[in-house]
């Protein structure tokens, strides 16, 4: 494993989007972002078994889907954590206790 943790394929597709998006970076620039985390991290891939997980977590927990994807692909991957709970929706209406893990 790299230094930098295992991460699934949905944090590139967010990484990509928040890049594009909200720093308004251009894609030679994102690309530099991409291939850098990729350098530091391993890669877990978005599979069915991952979709069904993140459907049981979206309906239990207010994540956003995306969100709840990655946490899924932690739980499978055997993570002992994840990061995600602090990128929770931070939508008044959808309020939770950080304090708690996600799973």
């Keep these: 494993m790299n230094q ?3 991460i699934s394929v ?3 597709n967010k990484v990509t989007s928040v890049c594009r998006r909200k720093l308004q970076m251009d894609w030679v620039e994102v690309d530099a972002v991409l291939l850098a985390v990729k350098a530091a991290c391993d890669v877990v891939p978005l599979t069915l078994e991952s979709h069904q997980k993140a459907v049981e977590i979206a309906k239990r927990y ?3 889907f995306y969100d709840a994807h990655i946490c899924a692909a932690a739980i499978l991957s055997g993570a ?3 990061a995600v709970r602090g990128y929770a929706k931070r939508d008044e209406n959808r309020q939770r ?3 708690q893990p996600v799973y």
């Design 62 to 64: 207010p994540l956003s």
């Design 97 to 99: 206790d950080h304090s």
């Design 10 to 12: 949905q944090v590139l």
């Design 4 to 6: 930098g943790g295992i």
């Design 80 to 82: 002992k954590k994840s």
